[in-house]
């Protein structure tokens, strides 16, 4: 499966944005999904994760209760919506994909796209 992010952008502190991972030459819903991030000179970190049918959600600390991941299956896309975001949220963030249960483990996801930039200013 190919992954493709884009949503990203320049947005003031406090703002929202609303990240989009499409995905084609595979079966979508047969994928869990997750996003990633990783900033300069720092490892990638997990952001959220998604079960292949939506039923289970799983997000970092820092992120909890302001982003939220969601997926259209009929549309083979994976979204995360940012909330009330901090300059430290600033990252490229990756959509990945894989098999047999979503995941915080990077190293897990055998599908990255090619990451999608947000920077979020003071």
């Known amino acids: 499966v190919q992954l493709q992010a884009s949503g990203g952008g320049l947005v003031q502190a406090g703002g929202s944005l609303r990240l989009s991972c499409a995905a084609s030459?595979?079966?979508?819903?047969?994928?869990?999904m997750g996003w990633f991030r990783q900033a300069p000179g720092k490892e990638r970190e997990f952001v959220a994760t998604?079960?292949?049918?939506?039923?289970?959600?799983s997000y970092a600390d820092s992120v909890k209760g302001r982003f939220t991941i969601s997926r259209d299956n009929n549309k083979n896309t994976v979204y995360l919506q940012m909330n009330s975001l901090k300059p430290e949220d600033t990252a490229v963030y990756y959509c990945?994909?894989?098999?047999?249960?979503?995941?915080?483990?990077?190293?897990?996801?055998?599908?990255w796209g090619q990451g999608t930039q947000v920077t979020v200013s003071s």
């Open positions: 990945g994909a894989k098999y047999s249960g979503p995941s915080g483990r990077a190293f897990e996801y055998g599908h």
């Open positions: 998604i079960s292949w049918r939506g039923t289970f959600v």
């Open positions: 030459g595979g079966t979508f819903s047969s994928y869990d």
